[in-house]
């Protein structure tokens, strides 16, 4: 079965320092997500891409944030610099399409995570 | 998740019935869909429902009422590894998720 590949699985880092997480997902799908879960909450859409277009990134706190989906496939996301607020786990998940027009099923299926914990 | 609620918390016994309600108001409607998400790991997709009525999966099944901005997920025949969070996620373009509600199946 297909699956979002992500990476790491865990990052310990101290505040001020540089994370990134990896996320490739399920091969054919134009749609990639990145969400923000903290503990008892639900998913937060960070940024969503269209192929290597943002769609919608207004959520993605840009002075520390960025994340980039250069050929399409696989993406990255940043932070610089961590702080302790951004301790949570950072899910990727992709569909086979999305953005404003879309209709259907548009059923997101999630990488495992990567959780982030801010000393 | 804004404009979203379900109740945070519900526990029930091995082998009954438990419904997990959910509010939306969103403009641009565009479905409703139900997640599952054990302790740790990612959300896995449950169900889709569009059009008003009742949508039957095995043990599984979800309401909708778009008139109401209302859905439902009934879970039947408890099992204890139903034990998890459901998460309640409306599409209007983009997928806008609830906080979730924390199943407890107890024995």
């Known amino acids: 079965e297909a699956e979002v590949a992500q990476s790491p699985r865990y990052k310990i880092t101290e505040k001020s320092q540089a994370v990134a997480f990896w996320c490739d997902p399920i091969?054919?799908?134009?749609?990639l997500y990145w969400y923000r879960q903290i503990l008892g909450q639900g998913p937060e859409l960070l940024v969503q891409?269209?192929?290597?277009?943002?769609?919608?990134d207004s959520q993605l706190p840009k002075d520390r944030f960025s994340a980039e989906r250069l050929k399409g496939v696989d993406s990255t996301l940043k932070i610089q610099p961590a702080e302790l607020g951004d301790s949570a786990m950072y899910l990727c998940?992709?569909?086979?399409?999305?953005?404003?027009?879309?209709?259907?099923?548009?059923?997101?299926?999630f990488g495992a995570g990567s959780r982030l914990t801010v000393l | 998740g804004q404009n979203i609620d379900q109740p945070t918390e519900m526990t029930a016994t091995e082998g009954a019935i438990v419904q997990i309600n959910c509010t939306y108001q969103?403009?641009?409607?565009?479905?409703l869909f139900w997640y599952q998400q054990h302790a740790g790991e990612a959300p896995t997709f449950l169900s889709y429902n569009v059009l008003d009525g009742l949508e039957e999966k095995g043990r599984f099944s979800s309401f909708l009422s778009r008139s109401k901005g209302y859905s439902y997920l009934l879970l039947k025949e408890l099992q204890m590894k139903d034990s998890a969070s459901y998460l309640c996620?409306?599409?209007?373009?983009?997928?806008?998720f609830g906080d979730g509600t924390t199943l407890t199946v107890k024995p």
């Open positions: 998940a992709s569909s086979p399409w999305g953005g404003s027009q879309s209709s259907g099923a548009n059923v997101l299926t």
């Open positions: 891409f269209q192929d290597e277009s943002v769609v919608d």
């Open positions: 996620a409306e599409n209007a373009g983009k997928s806008t």
């Open positions: 969103t403009s641009g409607f565009n479905g």
């Open positions: 091969s054919g799908h134009a749609t």
